[in-house]
Structure formats: C-alpha cells, structure tokens
C-alpha cells in the first residue's frame, strides 16, 4: 500500500525558514516523482514544486521559484521541501503527492496524483 506523510508545518515570522518532510511507505523516490501541493484559505490546491529522481527533471512555481527547494534522504526515504522567506501568502495547507502509475513523470504528478498525505499546516504571520 502506498502511503505518505508530511510533517514539518508550523507557525512562522516572515522572512523565516520551514522545512516540510514527506517520508513515503510502500514505494521508492527512485521509482515515482513527488509533488507539493498547496491550498490557501479560500483557494484552490496549487502545484508549487515536483522533483523526478529518475531523470533530474524539477518543477517550481513562480511564486517559490528561488525561495523554495526541494531534497532527498536516501537513507529514510523522506523528501524535504526546504522553505525560506516566507510570505504571508505562503500561508496554507500543504500536500506531498505522486501518481500510482508505473512510469509518471512530474507533468502527470502534477495533475494526475492519486496518492496524498494528510496535508501539514504553514502558517505565516508577525
């Protein structure tokens, strides 16, 4: 059974840091490319990065281009979205998806996901 877990979210100042994890059960890195998702209050969930190990290949949104980055652990099977400068719009519930299917890419992840975890709150504000 496939299955992911974020952890991480919290209460930040802005111009602060966060560091999301997303640890996966039943399947590897290696084999499905992870997406992050974000849903304001209000608005409806947006992709905002996707990592696919299998070729390198990334996607960031413009709105966390250059501010947020995405990271691996081998060892644990965790995937990180490393956070800095927070904004207030940053403000959301945020979600690790990737797509069932044998042979995804992050295109596919990014419209396509059919595995999620349970979302962890980032809440940025003075």
């Known amino acids: 059974q496939l299955q992911l877990e974020e952890s991480g979210g919290g209460l930040v100042q802005p111009g602060g840091s966060l560091r999301l994890a997303c640890e996966a059960f039943?399947?590897?890195?290696?084999?499905?490319?992870i997406g992050w998702f974000r849903q304001a209050p209000g608005k409806e969930r947006e992709s905002i990065s996707c990592?696919?190990?299998?070729?390198?290949?990334?996607y960031y949104a413009d709105s966390v281009k250059g501010r947020f980055t995405m990271s691996r652990d081998n060892v644990n099977n965790k995937q990180y979205l490393q956070m800095n400068n927070l904004r207030p719009e940053d403000t959301g519930i945020y979600y690790c998806?990737?797509?069932?299917?044998?042979?995804?890419?992050?295109?596919?992840?990014?419209?396509?996901?059919?595995?999620w975890g349970q979302g962890t709150q980032v809440t940025v504000s003075s």
């Open positions: 039943g399947f590897s890195f290696d084999y499905a490319p």
């Open positions: 998806a990737t797509e069932r299917a044998r042979g995804s890419s992050c295109p596919r992840v990014r419209n396509l996901s059919d595995v």
């Open positions: 990592f696919d190990y299998s070729d390198g290949s990334t």
